[in-house]
Nanobody
């Protein structure tokens, strides 16, 4: 069983930055892949970025060059650094972990980009 707790969301102006954190109850060294997804009102949940246990990363086209996913194995935490934020980035952001054959989700953290 893996518990994920997100933090770092909030209200930010367009062009601003936020860093999301996802703390895992299990050692992320053993987790196959961790990632961030988001869901805007009235839309389906979509992938934002993933990082594997080997450090390989993958990003949605809409965030490439603006967002960076990283991991700190010692802290069992995955981060999402979000720069040059746009109003269309407004959503609830969820942390995700693929461990063995199971998928785990955090409770989500709200990110609102508005002036």
């Amino acid at each position: 069983q893996v518990q994920l707790v997100e933090s770092g969301g909030g209200l930010v102006q367009p062009g601003g930055s936020l860093r999301l954190s996802c703390a895992s109850s299990a050692s992320i060294f053993s987790i196959n892949r961790m990632g961030w997804y988001r869901q805007a009102p009235g839309k389906q949940r979509e992938l934002v970025a993933t990082i594997t246990s080997g450090g390989s990363t993958n990003y949605a086209d809409s965030v490439k060059g603006r967002f960076t996913i990283s991991r700190d194995n010692a802290k069992n935490t995955v981060y999402l650094q979000m720069n040059s934020l746009k109003p269309e980035d407004t959503a609830v952001y969820y942390c995700n972990a693929l461990w063995m054959v199971s998928v785990y989700w955090g409770q989500g953290t709200q990110v609102t980009v508005s002036s």
